[in-house]
């Protein structure tokens, strides 16, 4: 199936050249004067090769068709991390490399997207959002508005985060699986 470049995004598999790639980041560039183009960083699913493409926004790349399911985290061993479907129970043994920084996210149970090709994992995709407990941050500062000033934060999984000022230790939080930025504290 053809898509205009400017539509591609993390995790989707691109056709070129008879070989499948996976996109690691893609991003639009509009100059002022000039032809708007897109930048795609992207992993050969064959071997691991990194490669950069550059196109135009309008031009057409093909996106390959692959099964897209939802599954459940269970566990990770030497083989890599093991998801299940939901539905079928069916166990699928996921590589580390593609798994890759979004590790710190993976916990009993959680929700992610696969997308596997032919049987084998080649993407995976977080929830966009993700419920975390602050383990360490600055004390709160008694009669500090909550204006733009934010201060760093460490989560229970590692992740350093940006949090507002009335945000202590022991909080749970939802952030953006993104760009690991604080969207608001966890309602439950």
Same mark, same amino acid.
Request: charge should be negative; proline fraction near 9%; aromatic fraction near 4%.
């Given at each position: 199936m053809k898509v205009i470049a400017s539509s591609l995004r993390k995790g989707n598999v691109v056709e070129m050249e008879g070989r499948l790639y996976v996109v690691?980041?893609?991003?639009n560039f509009h100059?002022?004067?000039?032809? =708007?183009?897109?930048?795609?960083?992207m992993r050969r699913i064959s071997?691991?090769?990194?490669?950069?493409?550059?196109?135009? %926004? %309008?031009?057409?790349?093909?996106k390959a068709t692959v099964d897209e399911r939802e599954y459940g985290f269970l566990y990770e061993d030497g083989e890599g991390y093991h998801f299940m479907n939901p539905e079928t129970y069916e166990q699928i043994?996921?590589?580390?490399?593609?798994?890759?920084d979004?590790?710190?996210f993976l916990e009993d149970g959680i929700k992610v997207y696969l997308r596997?090709?032919?049987?084998v994992a080649i993407a995976m995709e977080l929830p966009q959002k993700v419920v975390v407990e602050i383990t360490e941050t600055e004390p709160v500062t008694?009669?500090? %508005?909550?204006?733009?000033?934010?201060?760093?934060?460490?989560?229970?999984n590692g992740i350093r985060v940006?949090?507002? =000022?009335?945000i202590g230790a022991g909080t749970r939080i939802v952030i953006n699986t993104e760009d690991y930025s604080y969207v608001e504290r966890a309602k439950d």
């Open positions: 690691l980041s893609a991003s100059p002022g004067k000039g032809t =708007p183009t897109t930048s795609v960083d071997d691991g090769v990194k490669v950069s493409e550059r196109w135009r %926004t %309008t031009e057409m790349v093909e043994a996921v590589s580390p490399d593609v798994v890759g979004d590790k710190v596997t090709f032919e049987g008694k009669g500090q %508005t909550a204006s733009s000033s934010y201060k760093p934060a460490i989560c229970s940006l949090v507002p =000022p009335h």
